[in-house]
Every structure is written in structure tokens, then in C-alpha cells.
């Protein structure tokens, strides 16, 4: 087998090539030519004594190829989401700062999004708020010491000495990592690493073939079918029966107590998501006796 990059290949490059492989008992060629069109195929590829198997074309426009030299480490970039910080939260001050604030505020649903940016501003106030920014994982200071030493110097010594204490240390947390897992009982830690390590088989998604504009029209054009008068009556008689037998109130209509207010926030959970006012449920939970009442 023989392998060949020509650049611009020509009539007499082609008869050359024949003696050379004919000479050296060349049994298959693989020639890298870049400048040969699907249809001058059969010309430009006739090589005496040899069949053209199969040829691939690729785009004119070349991409580019980006060597890194030197050493490679691993940066994890991550999403700039604000966040807040609660292991490090004043939570005295925070409710004493809403405890203070609360009575300018009438309890009346039309103020909640003034109650909402109270528990915001008390929490910027006494909850550092930021971002994770980007990090390397297992970095040391010994690391740090290593990276100054390469920079300076440019030694490959230094350079595989900090690559080396690198994976080391990421060898080290992944077996600490392996053992503190726990699979005898539902884990959210040992699925989430079962369910990332699983993403190289990745779940492919049905092909559909309705598209959503294909039922918008459906829905337009038979959005005015004719009309059943018996169906309409009978749909109407039995609202009314209904809307008749409804009660003016329900125990779902009624004020709720604070033992009821109490309750619910001591089953909810700390350090979940915030919901769809942007609170989280530990603002919930330090909460003092004005705000609850």
C-alpha cells in the first residue's frame, strides 16, 4: 500500500506514477489530490495498470486546523448565572431588615411584588450575590507554584511535573468520589453521575412528521364546521346545572391561619429552586412573627 499527497496531478505525474508503483509491486494506491473535480475524475485519475476504487470529494472552502503547543489544561467554563450565596448569609439582619420594613407594606395581594422586592433587597443587603466563575478542578497551590515556575522558565520538566500533580489530584478525588457513592438507595448524586456518564448513547428523538404548522391549518380550516343546535343546548343546560350547584365559598376560598402558614414552610425544603418570583425558600423559612402574621 502506498500513500501519495500530489498537488496538481498532471498526465505525466500519472505515468510516473505507474513505474514507480509497477516497480515497487504497489498493490493499492491512496492519493490525497486536492484539485480534481467530480467530473474530471475519470481523466485525471488514469493510471495505467491501475481501477479507481472510490474517491471522496470535500469542499473547496479548507477549515482550518488549530495545533495548541505546549501544555493543555483543563478550564471549565461555566454559565454566568447569578446566584445567591445562603451558606454565607446574615439571616439576623435580613429579618430584622424585613421585620423593619414589612409594616409600610399593606397585606393585600396587589402588594406582593412590593412584599417580592422587600425579600430582594434585604437579601442583596445581607446575602452576597454572584456568579461561579471559571475554574480549574484539583488545582493546588502546588499547581500555581508549577504554572510560575513553566511560565518562567519554559521547562518540560515543570510542565509534566504540573500535569502530573494535576491528575494526580483529579485521580484522587474521583476514587473519593466512587466511594462515598451509594447505590442502596435513591441517591440523587449516584444517579446524576450514572446519568451523565450514560450520555454517550444519547436518546434519539422520534422523527415527526406533522410539523406544528401543518395543525395550525388543520385547526383553521375546519375551526367553522357546522354547528349541532341540539349538542349546544344540551352542553348549556348542563353548565347552568352545575354553576347552580356550586357553592358561594369553599374552605379552598377562606383566609388561611398562621398555624396553616407555619406548617407549609416547615415542609418545604431548604435550597431548592426559586419559583417564579425569583425567591428562594430559605427567605421563606427566616421569616420573623411580623411578616408571617
Known amino acids: 500500500i502506498c500513500q501519495l499527497n500530489v498537488e496538481g496531478l498532471s498526465r505525466a505525474k500519472c505515468n510516473y506514477l505507474s513505474k514507480l508503483l509497477t516497480n515497487n509491486t504497489i498493490d493499492v494506491l491512496a492519493l490525497q489530490e486536492t484539485h480534481v473535480s467530480s467530473d474530471d475524475q475519470a481523466r485525471r485519475y ?24 505546549g501544555i493543555e489544561i483543563p478550564v471549565m467554563v461555566v454559565k454566568r448565572v447569578p446566584r445567591w450565596n445562603l451558606g454565607k448569609a446574615a439571616w439576623d439582619s435580613f429579618e430584622a431588615k424585613v421585620e423593619k420594613t414589612i409594616s409600610r407594606i399593606p397585606p393585600t395581594p396587589k402588594n406582593y411584588d412590593r412584599f417580592v422586592a422587600l425579600l430582594i433587597s434585604a437579601g442583596k443587603n445581607n446575602i452576597p450575590c454572584g456568579h461561579r466563575k471559571g475554574y480549574i478542578p484539583c488545582w493546588t497551590p502546588n499547581c500555581e507554584n508549577l504554572l510560575r515556575q513553566y511560565e518562567q522558565s519554559e521547562d518540560p520538566a515543570a510542565a509534566s511535573a504540573l500535569l502530573d500533580t494535576l491528575g494526580a489530584a483529579r485521580h484522587q478525588r474521583w476514587i473519593e468520589c466512587m466511594e462515598s457513592l451509594d447505590f442502596t438507595h435513591s441517591s440523587r448524586r449516584a444517579w ?31 375551526s367553522k364546521g357546522p354547528l349541532n343546535k341540539q349538542y349546544k343546548q344540551e352542553v348549556k343546560r348542563q353548565l347552568r346545572k352545575v354553576m347552580t350547584a356550586c357553592p358561594e365559598s369553599s374552605a379552598l376560598s377562606t383566609h388561611f391561619s398562621s398555624e396553616e402558614l407555619a406548617t407549609a414552610l416547615t415542609a418545604t425544603k431548604k435550597g431548592k429552586a426559586t419559583g417564579k418570583d425569583g425567591i428562594p425558600p430559605d427567605f421563606l423559612h427566616h421569616l420573623g412573627p411580623r411578616v408571617r402574621k
Open 46 to 69: 488514469k493510471i495505467n495498470g491501475y481501477k479507481l476504487a472510490s474517491s471522496l470529494q470535500h469542499p473547496n472552502q479548507h477549515k482550518p486546523v488549530i495545533i495548541h503547543v
Open 192 to 222: 446524576g453521575l450514572l446519568r451523565k456518564l450514560g450520555a454517550a448513547n444519547p436518546v434519539v428523538a422520534p422523527d415527526v412528521k406533522v410539523k406544528p404548522n401543518t395543525i395550525a391549518a388543520y385547526l383553521v380550516a375546519n
